[in-house]
């Protein structure tokens, strides 16, 4: 057995998309017991100038669906930032979890020296071996956007702990 | 060359960990030009039961130097949380990066199935393989607080940005 790219990668992304599940339902519970509408979630910011709650959900499902397929170098799904309920952004995370389905363990391995090429808008793209585009980019900005989720939601009240947040030990 | 645990895990802390010390300098100089006392950081929380600021740096410190020690299969240094202001915490984080250069990669290479044991309090201690640990447990909650710590910044009004939480790309 050995790391490999998949193992630091794919199942990563995957358990960490089911805990966002499991706050998002508990931030609808929530909502419910205290007798709030659900949708004031979707307008919160943890500043004037970041993403709202939703935007934190569609990029970090993008940094999954982009990340395995950028290392699989097959194409990355396109989809449209659409989501408008709590109830949309779980299908979000639902819909990504099951793409990471559809990419092996054969076609990411190897995938340490592989190009990657990340297109940036106004500018040229980021260009990275596969290795460094995984641990310095994908993987931190992965983790930025589903701890800011977690972080909008504590911020609002919501009942979760750290265990939320890394999911029950196996 | 291939993906392994010492590429997978030290590099990665050592990354983040500068980048949060340019987050810290970012929030002095900022308390600076508006004139404020920078000591008023030390008390920020995202939620009343969340853990303040200093203690988002103290943990991920702690999680950068453990994940390390434990991997190797060495002691984890056992540092005191006394640091009570901007600067003895960008010392806290010099000092675990530090130690991270003490850890070498033949030390942590191999680990994937190396015995882990995290103690807990009034708990019974969490056991992993290297592999785990690192990946699911380890590297998520050094992520967790070293976005928290970015968080409590840009929502104090910080200058920063995506690219001060990713790190300049090589």
Known sequence: MSMDMYA??????DRMLANMQTWIR????????????ESV???LRLAPD????PRQVQIASDAAKSGAARLAGIEVPSWPDTEASLEELLQRIQKTRDFLKTVSAEQINGSETRAVSVPRRDKEP???QGQDFARFFNLPNFYFH???LYALLRH????LGKMDFLGQPK
Do not use: N
């Open 26 to 37: 508990t931030a609808r519970d929530h909502a419910i017991a205290k007798g709030f509408d």
């Open 41 to 43: 979630y979707l307008t």
């Open 146 to 148: 589903a701890t800011t």
């Open 156 to 159: 609002a009240g919501v009942p």
């Open 126 to 128: 980021l260009q990275f």
């Open 8 to 13: 630091a990668t794919v199942p990563v992304f």
């Open 50 to 53: 970041m993403l709202p709650l």
